[in-house]
């Protein structure tokens, strides 16, 4: 979740923008912070286990397969 937040805040904010100064850019960050805790949207997973985990396993073997 953490990482999810960091990409949106990059992608969303960060990039969109130039700062010129450290100062500048923590605030730009401490106001999507703030806009983020007004209407903030929870995570919801549309993966069950079964399926997160089959696809572990497929990427290991082509890992492996790929490491011969």
Same mark, same amino acid.
Do not use: G
């Given at each position: ?47 069950? /286990?079964?399926?997160? *985990? +089959?696809?572990?396993? =497929? /990427?290991?073997?082509? *890992? +492996?397969?790929?490491? =011969?």
């Amino acid at each position: 979740m953490v990482e999810r937040f960091f990409r949106d805040i990059t992608d969303k904010r960060i990039r969109r923008d130039s700062f010129t100064s450290v100062p500048e850019l923590e605030l730009a960050i401490d106001l999507y912070v703030a806009q983020h805790k007004v209407d903030p949207k929870p995570f919801i997973w549309t993966a069950n /286990a079964s399926r997160i *985990l +089959a696809k572990v396993t =497929r /990427a290991k073997a082509a *890992l +492996a397969a790929t490491s =011969r």
